[in-house]
């Protein structure tokens, strides 16, 4: 679990299995109490898919950690550390999935990664991207997904 206060801190709790909780380290443990998470900039934004979360800052920035088996981190290569650049300037919106997000840019245009098994990417092929595909909608201003569900918009 993660939390954001006000103050754009980041606290988490849970497993750590796959370094989700941004804590940059892969201590296989559980944590019962809130421990903070380090990062460089305000945030204000948070999201968690299955073994991962993305954090946002104010200038449109954001920044994945956890585990990376489909490339649902974003950061071009499967597997994860603490939390790494992904999308760097003026994304509005992030929603994670199961194993796989979307995102908007400042344009309104919609981009997709991760696993890809039943095209939930709303890209043609069924194969996982590792990095931010365009999906080639425009003028998308909310995007809404299950945990296991299909490509939403």
């Not at 989700?20 to 809130?34: A, E, F, M, T, V």
């Not at 974003?74 to 999935?97: M, Y």
């Not at 709303?122 to 998308?140: A, I």
Request: charged residues 15%; hydrophobic residues 30%.
């Amino acid at each position: 679990s993660l939390l954001l206060t006000d103050e754009g801190m980041v606290w988490g709790c849970g497993s750590n299995y796959y370094g989700q909780l941004g804590l940059g380290n892969h201590i296989q443990k559980s944590y019962d109490k809130l421990v903070q998470v380090q990062l460089d900039a305000k945030i204000n934004f948070i999201g968690c898919g299955y073994e991962f979360s993305f954090f946002g800052d104010e200038d449109g920035n954001f920044y994945a950690c956890g585990m990376n088996a489909s490339g649902q981190l974003g950061i071009g290569k499967f597997w994860g550390g603490p939390p790494a650049p992904v999308l760097q300037g003026k994304h509005k919106v992030l929603s994670c999935g199961y194993g796989h997000c979307l995102c908007i840019d400042e344009n309104n245009e919609l981009h997709s990664f991760g696993k890809n098994y039943s095209s939930e990417l709303g890209v043609v092929y069924c194969q996982n991207r590792s990095t931010p595909t365009s999906t080639e909608l425009n003028n998308v201003f909310l995007i809404s997904q299950g945990p296991l569900s299909e490509f939403s918009i």
